[in-house]
């Protein structure tokens, strides 16, 4: 099997579109990219059985026969090829009662996104025929400070690759961030429930300055109604708080830093009331509303169920400003994995709120060959696969504009080289035949309006001699230019006579 592309995949599926079954007898497949082959072969097996059924003897001879042969090949293969496989199959004699049973297999250019079996009076060619439009892709994002999505645009379909979350809560007041408030602290009195606690009070707390255990006032409290909330348990306590309350925790070089409810995971170390590492066991998140309390203490911090807390606003909006510049981090990291040898790709679109996109494009966190791609940055309040799509939506005129500037520059190269080195030029049929015999074309344009059996036969010369092939449209003044010029043409390797 061979990797069909261009204009020997477009020969192709003008065969198989050329076919028509008299019956619903002409059998299409389609196996993804990455799917195992022998399932599908397991699936066509049933299919025989339900073949059976058919009325008619010749449709159910053909359909029988089509399906067997598929089977067979199927059989015959390793594994599935890289991008996929299409197979087609049917009896295309056009003559009634005569056989005629033919297979076709193809591994497409691109990787295939659709598993299908139809069984239908047309082969399915759509999947393919939308390949042969693509020769560029383009990489998307949207992202907002606590949500993003990675995309791909591969002609006109647009494709989610990832979604990612920072763990940066929403916006909150000084005193937004909570705890059950059957949460135990410890005051200088003795253990308190958290509802209990009055401004003024003193709380055990842990003083960073002087790196000791204090008791500090109680400056603030508040109360709140949240719609979700986390539940941190270890093996000695369980504390239920808002998924935007701030714990203290140990990194791997024994460091102190801090991090949200919503941003823990089981290998952070929380810090109890001996200044001791304490594992966590689960985190449970929970979506029922819930009754909150929080307080805030000169300190900034406090323990709570014997796991060192904090609420100081100066100190939300520091780590909200740190857990942004990580989750920014983490996106340039995706996308360089994604996008940064990805083939055809021509550009990056990045929409989002003003000023979150800007502050990730003009912070350069993208590595410099995807930062130089960046055609189009564009206002957008959703960060998800709706986003993508209106970021395509609202994108158009620039990936317009990029394939007609590609064409202008292709164009504007071919008549400068023209007027000033005509013997590296050649625009006669005959003398651009010539030439590519020769093997002397670097490149070979083609106007879409140009002969289509003239440009196929120069096309496949091209091919054969590693000749780039341009097609130009007659959409911009220097196509129409080149159409009326003759419509074909070349810049060549060296001069000919």
């Known amino acids: 099997m061979v990797k069909l592309e261009g204009d020997v995949l477009a020969e192709v ?5 050329s076919h028509k079954g008299r019956h619903t007898e002409l059998i299409t497949v389609y196996v993804s990219a990455g799917y195992d082959a022998n399932a599908v072969q397991k699936q066509l097996e049933g299919e025989i059985s339900t073949a059976k059924n058919i009325k008619s003897t010749g449709t159910r001879k053909n359909v029988t026969e089509a399906l067997e042969k598929i089977i067979r090949y199927l059989k015959s293969l390793n594994r599935t090829p890289e991008n996929g496989l299409a197979l087609f199959a049917g009896n295309v004699s056009p003559t009634e009662g005569q056989d005629d049973l033919r297979l076709w297999d193809i591994e497409p250019p691109l990787p295939l996104k659709i598993r299908m079996y139809r069984c239908d009076k047309d082969f399915v060619t759509q999947p393919l025929r939308e390949m042969l439009d693509i020769d560029e892709v383009f990489g998307l994002l949207v992202m907002d400070r606590k949500d ?5 645009l591969e002609g006109k379909r647009i494709e989610t690759l990832q979604k990612m979350s920072s763990g940066v809560p929403s916006k909150v007041r000084a005193g937004g961030q909570c ?4 949460s135990l602290v410890e005051t200088d009195k003795g253990l308190k429930k958290i509802y209990e606690i009055k401004i003024g009070d003193k709380l055990k707390a842990f003083d960073f300055n002087k790196n000791k255990i204090v008791f500090t006032k109680v400056k603030n409290k508040w109360e709140n109604i949240r719609k979700s909330y986390r539940i941190i348990v270890t093996h ?5 708080c808002s998924n935007d309350h701030t714990f203290f925790v140990k990194d791997e070089n024994n460091k102190i830093k801090e991090i949200f409810a919503g941003a823990l995971t089981l290998n952070n170390l929380l810090i109890n009331s001996d200044f001791d590492n304490v594992n966590i066991d689960s985190i449970i998140e929970n979506k029922q509303q819930i009754e909150l309390i929080d307080i805030e203490t000169e300190e900034g911090n406090f323990f709570a169920n014997n796991l060192l807390v904090h609420n100081s606003s100066q100190r939300f909006h520091r780590i909200t400003e740190g857990l942004t510049k990580e989750f920014y981090k ?3 990291d995706e996308m360089k994995t994604l996008f ?7 550009g990056v679109l990045i929409g989002g709120p003003i000023p979150t996109k800007d502050e990730f494009i003009d912070g350069e966190y993208l590595p410099t060959k995807l930062q130089s791609l960046i ?16 970021l395509v939506e609202s994108s158009q005129d620039v990936l317009a504009s990029q394939g007609i500037i590609k064409e202008k520059k292709l164009l504007e190269k071919f008549f400068n080289t023209l007027g000033k080195n005509p013997g590296l030029v050649v625009y006669k049929p005959d003398d651009v035949r010539k030439a590519l015999e020769y093997g002397a074309v670097e490149i070979l344009v083609v106007s879409k309006s140009f002969d289509k059996n003239i440009a196929k036969e120069l096309k496949e010369i091209a091919h054969n001699t590693s000749s780039e092939v341009e097609i130009v449209s007659t959409e911009t003044p220097e196509g129409e230019q080149f159409y009326n010029l003759s419509g074909i043409g070349a810049i060549l390797r060296f001069a000919i006579n």
Not at 13 to 17: A, C, F, G, T
Not at 340 to 346: A, F
Not at 375 to 390: C, M, T, V
């Open 236 to 240: 000695f306590d369980t504390i239920i």
């Open 13 to 17: 599926l003008d065969i198989l579109e």
């Open 179 to 182: 705890l059950h408030k059957s």
């Open 148 to 152: 993003a999505a990675i995309g791909i």
């Open 375 to 390: 055609i189009a940055r564009k206002d957008l309040g959703y960060a998800d696969e709706h986003g993508l799509k209106l």
């Open 330 to 332: 983490r996106i340039a």
């Open 340 to 346: 940064y040898d990805r083939p055809k790709l021509k």
